[in-house]
Nanobody, 121 residues
């Protein structure tokens, strides 16, 4: 079965950095768009970033442009989210998803369990 396992979350001070990883198995990883979404307490899940199957095209939410970078390594079946200049409003559970090169959650059929990112002020 398809499994997406996130790691790398934690507690960091504002201005700091984290690198999230998502290891995929049970799917033809290199044929899928891969994305990161996040959900803060009391809010709906929102799009963060997506990368196409080859890694040469990306899209970002306006709120994270210039600070977060999505990338993938198809040899390792892994997608990454490098998070720099973190802000308290980045605090959320971050989810990895596999699907199309799109920005809406309905385009993604496989999801990880999520990893908590907490940014203190």
């Amino acid at each position: 079965q398809v499994q997406l396992v996130e790691s790398g979350g934690g507690l960091v001070q504002a201005g700091g950095s984290l690198r999230l990883s998502c290891a995929a198995s049970g799917l033809a990883f290199s044929t899928y768009g891969m994305a990161w979404f996040r959900q803060a307490p009391g809010k709906e899940r929102e799009f963060v970033a997506v990368v196409n199957w080859s890694g040469d095209s990306t899209r970002y939410a306006d709120s994270v442009k210039g600070r977060l970078t999505i990338s993938r390594d198809n040899a390792k079946n892994t997608v990454y989210l490098q998070m720099n200049s973190l802000k308290p409003e980045d605090t959320a559970v971050y989810y990895c998803a596999a699907g199309a090169f799109r920005t809406t959650s309905s385009e993604f059929g496989a999801w990880g369990q999520g990893t908590q990112v907490t940014v203190s002020s």
